[in-house]
Each structure stands twice: as structure tokens, then as C-alpha cells.
């Protein structure tokens, strides 16, 4: 498989038509503002308010009724502008209470939110050699696990992100149809997200993306995204019973080390019998400690996450794009993860262990092109290592992202 620039991987990282991509644009495809909603102003006076405290309440219920008439612009707007007025929830009862649903409303995913996102992950991969390394690498394990000729592959994927290490497996796939001159094979990503971290036109446009990159390339591509909450293994079974199809499995460290749906989904994986399974862990938290250490080793690893950043010499506001969409909800995931999870929990690689799954060693290939990619970085002080058959991506001598390969 060969070497991509940095330019290249951040050009599949842009799940967004060329068409839709500008607030303008957003702004264009909006419907007509609510009408009046009828609202009686008068209970205002019930609470005292002044003038001024009116106006920030009234400026409130506008983006509420902004956001029902799905014109998530002016609300974001709205809300910015009472990020300034209600900075904290001080005052009277009225601005107090204006404070907690300015943030409830601040809370709710909207199409900018999407974008900004979107524009995150790109930023991300311009700068840092993370994504590179960790979407090369489960790339690459795949591609050399699969079975010559096969018809039929099916990914399973519990990590989707922006769904950008994708392109990377359609087009050398394609590549290899190409040089062999055979039928290109049928390519069916099933992908689990929570509806929490993806908002709806979020996965419309990395499937609109994906598809469309696939169709150019002439390879059959099914994407289908299900909802980890209701998570069904009987529903997956069913669906993957062609004993021809190749099926590898991308499962974060995140899910079966203390996620509740750790047993099922380990139970599943094992009947599916995949080619490969593949384990991303970013922050490279503890999760067999005491929940006090677990949280020092996740803070460690951010820390210098951060630190590799800032160190690329980014524009601040785009840096802070990074922490908000991307870092953020890495953080909260790990920590309210690990919280829940409440007794101490035996170290990852030992729960696969137990579970039947035995680690695979990376390729000599593999290893020598995840270096040459961290080499290739912006940013000095990356370095690949080895470490119980995982592939560690570690910055000033830090831990920041691994990668392990595991059969049943």
C-alpha cells in the first residue's frame, strides 16, 4: 500500500459536498421563521424584570422557536451573543433560570455543529500525524488479513469517527482490482454509533461521501449505520452468515473495557469469527486502575496531545476548534466511561486474553510505513514503538494513540 501525503489523507477527511460547505449555503436551504408563537410577555413582570433582563429572555424563547423552525443559524447567533450577556448563573431567579436553558439549548446539535466537526477532524490531520497513523495502520492489518480474490468483505465498525480511514481502503482495494483485473469485490460497512456523538446529517454526509467516492472508483459499497443503543447480535448474525464473506471487526479499547455492552459485543465478535479485529486507543488511559489513576494517565496523555498541537504553530481559533469537537468528547467519554465502569476492571489486553482473543504481530511493512508516516510530520518528537504486539504513536516520550490486532 503505498505512502499518502499529509494533504491526501486531510482530503478524504471532507465528508461535506462541495456544494454545502458555507454558512451561506446552510443559510440558503432554510425554511421560512416560525410565526409569532403568541407568547404573553406580561409574565415578565411577574419576576421583576427589568428592561434589560427582558430583552436577554425574550432574545431566549427567539432561539428556541429558531431552533423548532430549523433555522439553526439565527439561533447559534442567538446564543452567542447571550454567551456574552448570561456568562454564568448569577442574579436574579430569572436570569439564573435564562442561564441553565441558555446552556440546554447551547447543548443541542445542529448543522453548524456538524461542520465545525467535520472541519476539526480536517485541521486535525493536517497538523498531527495521529489519524494517519491510526487509520494506516487498521488499513493496512485489514488489507493483509484478507483472503486473495475474495468477493465479499463485511467491516463491522464500533469506531466510525468522521469515517474517513474508509477512502483509504476503497481506493487500494480498487487499486488491486485494477492491477488484477477482476471483478472488484462487494464492500459492506456496518457502523455502530451512539446517537449522542453523530448527528443525523452528520452520517448522511460521510454516506453521501463514501458512496459517491466508491461509485467513481466502480466498487460496490453497502454502508449501514445502526444505533449502538439498541445493539441486536442476533440482527448482525443474520446478516453475515455467507461463510465466503471476510469480515474484520474495528472495536475502540473504550467499548468492551468498560462499556455495558463489553460482554455482548466481545460474545459476537467471537461467532462472527473474523479475518482480524482491530483496537484503537487514543489517550492511552488505564482502565484496570483505581479510577483516581485512571483519570491521572487519561489527563497525562491529553496533556501532551495538547501540548504536540500547539507545538504545530496552528491558528489558535482552529486549535480551539480541535479541543472543542474532537478532544472533548474523547475526555468526557473517557472519564464518565471509567466512573460508571466502578470497580476496578482487569487491564484490556487481559479481558481480550480471557475472552479467546490472541494478539496478531503487525507486518514488517506495516511497522516501516506507520514510521516513514510519522516521519513525514509537521511536528517533531512523534516516534513509533512496539509494545506486546501493539504499535504505540508516542510524542516527547508520552503515550498518545496505540493500535493491536487480535484473532478468535
Same mark, same amino acid.
Given at each position: 500500500m503505498a505512502v499518502v501525503s499529509g494533504d491526501e489523507w486531510a482530503a478524504e477527511l471532507q465528508p461535506v459536498p462541495a456544494s454545502l460547505r458555507s454558512v451561506e449555503d446552510w443559510e440558503s436551504m432554510l425554511p421560512e421563521p416560525a410565526a409569532d408563537s403568541g407568547r404573553d410577555p406580561s409574565f415578565l413582570h411577574w419576576f421583576g424584570a427589568d428592561a434589560d433582563e427582558a430583552v436577554k429572555v425574550d432574545q431566549l424563547f427567539k432561539a428556541a422557536e429558531q431552533i423548532e423552525a430549523g433555522d439553526t443559524i439565527s439561533a447559534h447567533r442567538i446564543l452567542a451573543r447571550l454567551n456574552q450577556q448570561l456568562p454564568a448563573p448569577s442574579g436574579k431567579p430569572l436570569i439564573r433560570s435564562a442561564f441553565f436553558f441558555k446552556e440546554a439549548l447551547s447543548?443541542?446539535?445542529? *448543522? !453548524?455543529?456538524v461542520l465545525l466537526k467535520l472541519s476539526a477532524?480536517? $485541521?486535525f490531520a +493536517? !497538523?498531527? *500525524?495521529? %489519524? #494517519?497513523f491510526t487509520n494506516f495502520t487498521t488499513t493496512q492489518s485489514i488489507l493483509e488479513e484478507l483472503t486473495a480474490g475474495a468477493n465479499s468483505i463485511h467491516i463491522i465498525d464500533f469506531d466510525l469517527g468522521v469515517g474517513s480511514h474508509w477512502s483509504a481502503l476503497i481506493q487500494e482495494l480498487s487499486q488491486r482490482r485494477? $492491477?488484477?483485473m477482476t471483478v472488484a469485490p462487494k464492500l459492506r460497512i456496518t457502523a455502530f454509533t451512539s446517537l449522542g456523538s453523530h448527528h443525523p446529517l452528520e452520517l448522511h454526509l460521510i454516506q +453521501?461521501? %463514501?458512496t459517491h467516492f466508491a461509485a467513481n472508483l466502480n466498487l460496490p459499497l453497502e454502508l449501514h449505520f445502526l444505533p449502538l443503543e439498541s445493539f441486536d447480535p442476533v440482527a448482525i448474525l443474520s446478516t453475515s452468515s455467507n461463510s465466503a464473506e471476510n469480515i474484520a471487526v474495528i472495536l475502540p479499547v473504550s467499548l468492551f473495557s468498560y462499556h455495558p455492552l463489553a460482554k455482548t459485543v466481545l460474545s459476537l465478535i467471537k461467532q462472527l469469527s *473474523?479475518?482480524?479485529?482491530i483496537s484503537v486507543e487514543h489517550g492511552c488511559s488505564r482502565n484496570d486502575l483505581p479510577f483516581s489513576q485512571h483519570f491521572f494517565h487519561a489527563f497525562q496523555s491529553h496533556t501532551l496531545l495538547l501540548e504536540s498541537i500547539e507545538a504545530s504553530g496552528i491558528n489558535p481559533e482552529i486549535a480551539e476548534k480541535i479541543e472543542r469537537y474532537l478532544l #472533548? *468528547?474523547?475526555? +468526557?467519554s473517557s472519564v464518565l466511561g471509567r466512573y460508571q465502569a466502578g470497580v476496578k476492571l482487569l487491564p484490556w489486553r487481559m479481558l481480550l486474553a480471557s475472552a479467546g482473543f490472541v494478539p496478531v504481530k503487525f507486518s514488517n511493512f506495516a511497522e516501516t510505513m506507520a514510521e516513514c508516516l510519522i516521519k513525514r510530520a509537521l511536528v517533531r518528537g512523534f516516534r513509533v514503538s512496539k509494545n506486546q504486539s501493539s504499535l504505540l504513536l508516542s510524542w516527547q516520550q508520552g503515550d498518545i494513540a496505540s493500535v493491536s490486532a487480535w484473532r478468535c
Open positions: 447543548s443541542i446539535a445542529t *448543522p !453548524i455543529d477532524y480536517k $485541521a +493536517e !497538523i498531527s *500525524p495521529v %489519524l #494517519q485494477s $492491477a488484477a +453521501e461521501n %463514501l *473474523p479475518k482480524i479485529m #472533548q *468528547p474523547r475526555i +468526557e
